[in-house]
């Protein structure tokens, strides 16, 4: 049924009905709103879980890690400085193969604080061992939960998936959403059968010591495994599409880009305005959006820019020191010889990208091609070479 | 793909500890012992039996070497001599 609602409400909508049985979180804009409509459907009787208050982050994430060990399908959401306080867990998480569901409402990381949009506390926990879906509007957002739990929990995955969606941009903006329907959800998701679970009759131990004659073969089997889920990931969207009638998940989706010279890609919420911008140009501009960042789907990155000559990527994180993340990796792609490749940074704490941004961008493209880490609309009044306050 | 992942209990038993020791391993003298079976409660690893007097020993198979049975002998009759000594 189409509803016109928030993009946390969204969330909270399709959490409620893939019934986890513990959710567990804490407040932190611009996340708040998810897990207070899930408190409320708990309070309600909608949702028949275990919402449980915990005094931090690292305590939400580590509270359903134990759940999840029980068996339970959990849930838990979180933004930027909660995510990377959360990071210990997150990483036990993953090493112990438990397959638990995320949201990130993407936010910019502190100092200075800022509670606004960009993918730095995302990207920053990339080699995590978590799975990473950007979302491009409120209605993937939706979409990706059931799915997302769907990859998951696959017994031949058991890998921890982490939803990503703009911050403000997407939990708190209204749109039209086709909210799914619950029997429809029960016949894609059945409930959760752990293939390990902590049982006082069948007793065993997870996330032990690992020495190093075995260290080593835990992190492969994680690396083979996540590279095993590209063809997870686009699997279960088809299956989705054919039961919902609607896109299902996949790794990357191609707009316009055949035939197009130049190719910018990017991930999230911001492909919306780049896909308008691309419609009222006269110019061959296609964009090549990054679904999945982790796994990072290389060959199907590279199949798509086959015909490209100029490649530009736009991203709302940088790596300190080096250049953009995204950039780095797409580069690692393609042969610089025939193909131009620009990176640029934007929209980092909630700048606007906005047509305006895309123009200067285009046009630091023609002017000088491939320059690897520009920073798009500074205002450079504010930078100077001595301390001031 | 899954690399080692759960133990089942008893695990402990397969770990053999005793390589960790890097200088010095005790030596039970058995001369003085007079049974307060100290040694055993102290050690870390479990891994000294005995019963009655001058009859403790520790399993070097996973013993540590870190010296507290030495140390907490009443009557000196644990020595903490180099590895390879008799």
């Given amino acids: 049924m189409k509803k016109f609602i928030e993009g946390s409400h969204a969330v909270a909508e399709a959490v409620r009905m893939c019934k986890p049985g513990v959710v567990s979180a804490y407040p932190i804009t611009p996340q708040t709103h998810i897990v207070e409509r899930i408190a409320k459907f708990v309070a309600d009787g909608e949702l028949n879980a275990q919402c449980v208050n915990v005094e931090s982050e690292h305590s939400a994430a580590s509270l359903v890690l134990g759940a999840s060990m029980m068996g339970e399908r959990v849930f838990t959401a979180t933004s930027s400085q909660g995510l990377i306080l959360m990071s210990e867990v997150l990483f036990n998480i993953a090493g112990m193969r438990l397959p638990i569901v995320m949201v990130c409402a993407n936010r910019a990381l502190s100092a200075p604080i800022n509670i606004w949009n960009d993918h730095q506390d995302a990207i920053s926990l990339r080699d995590s061992g978590w799975l990473q879906l950007f979302a491009e509007d409120n209605q993937e957002a939706h979409d990706f939960i059931c799915q997302a739990y769907k990859i998951a929990e696959d017994h031949k995955v058991m890998l921890p998936v982490m939803v990503n969606m703009d911050g403000f941009i997407l939990t708190h903006g209204m749109e039209v959403v086709d909210v799914a329907e619950e029997k429809t959800i029960d016949k894609f998701l059945p409930s959760y059968n752990a293939p390990y679970k902590l049982d006082i009759e069948n007793p065993m131990s997870f996330g032990l010591l690992g020495d190093p004659s075995v260290y080593l073969e835990t992190r492969l089997a994680l690396h083979k495994t996540m590279e095993e889920t590209l063809e997870t990931i686009p699997k279960v969207g088809e299956e989705f599409a054919s039961l919902f009638g609607r896109k299902g998940v996949d790794l990357i989706e191609e707009y316009n880009i055949e035939g197009s010279g130049t190719v910018v890609i990017a991930m999230g919420s911001v492909c919306g305005t780049i896909k308008d911008y691309i419609d009222g140009s006269d110019e061959d501009i296609g964009l090549l959006r990054v679904i999945s960042y982790r796994p990072f789907p290389k060959e199907r990155i590279r199949k798509a820019l086959k015909g490209a000559k100029r490649v530009v990527v736009l991203e709302k994180a940088i790596s300190l020191g080096s250049e953009g993340p995204l950039y780095t990796e797409v580069r690692s792609l393609l042969d610089t010889d025939t193909t131009a490749i620009s990176g640029f940074i934007a929209g980092l704490g909630g700048r606007d990208i906005t047509f305006e941004t895309l123009d200067e961008m285009m046009n630091v493209v023609k002017e000088s091609p491939g320059e690897r880490c520009r920073f798009l609309g500074v205002d450079s009044s504010l930078l100077k070479e001595e301390f001031y306050v | ?86």
């Fill in chain 2, 1 to 86: 793909m899954f690399g080692p992942l759960i133990a089942k209990p008893g695990s402990s038993k397969d770990n053999k500890t005793g390589s960790w020791r890097t200088v010095k391993k005790p030596k039970f003298l058995q001369k003085d012992c007079i049974g307060c079976g100290l040694c055993k409660q102290i050690c870390p690893e479990g891994c000294i039996v005995g019963e009655d007097n001058n009859t403790y020993e520790a399993d070097l198979s996973y013993c540590k070497g870190c010296g507290l049975c030495a140390n907490v002998c009443p009557k000196k009759d644990i020595e903490m001599v180099p590895e390879g000594e008799e």
